[in-house]
């Protein structure tokens, strides 16, 4: 890559912004906050994502989407790092990305469930939780999770008892 012709990293995180989530596209990766940095090591642009859990199926399709995108904007000389310290929490995804999700009908991570991982883990483990999972339809607490399991692996399935509409819940990690 010419160095004259290097993009600014704030272009690299404009262009990164417009990459969707494979799985939940209304939202982007950055918004997801999977991407952790974006820097040059010499003329090699470097991106850095963390995985939002080991076994997502989306990480392949996320790091050639990013890949493809740079590519499209002129980058020649790129590198794609996995970050796994820290890991990937919830709490990563913004405030607009939360708006975003619910508006697309799927409930949001609650916010802070995740920031406190082992207590709350091992509150779920024992049943002991008392997680309220508003309804993004109508906005009703009244709801009922269904299934652990929704149309990912990130999501659960529940139900709202007053539209009686079924929603996905984006789980907390």
């Excluded at 010419?2 to 690299?12: F, G, H, K, W």
């Amino acid at each position: 890559m010419n160095t004259a012709l290097q993009p600014t990293t704030e272009d690299v995180w404009t262009w990164l912004a417009e990459v969707p989530d494979p799985e939940i596209p209304v939202v982007s990766v950055t918004e997801l906050g999977i991407v952790r940095e974006v820097r040059y090591d010499g003329d090699t642009l470097v991106v850095a994502v963390t995985p939002t859990y080991s076994g997502c199926p989306a990480t392949a399709v996320i790091d050639l989407m990013i890949e493809d995108k740079l590519r499209e904007m002129g980058v020649e000389n790129l590198r794609l790092e996995r970050r796994l310290s820290p890991p990937w929490t919830t709490d990563w995804v913004t405030a607009e990305a939360r708006d975003k999700l619910r508006s697309f009908g799927i409930a949001p991570p609650i916010d802070g469930t995740a920031s406190d991982g082992m207590s709350a883990k091992a509150a779920r483990l024992a049943g002991e939780t008392n997680l309220v999972v508003a309804c993004p339809r109508c906005n009703s607490a009244n709801t009922e999770r269904i299934s652990q399991f929704g149309s990912t692996p990130c999501k659960a399935a529940w139900r709202c008892r007053d539209c009686l509409e079924p929603f996905d819940y984006f789980k907390c990690i």
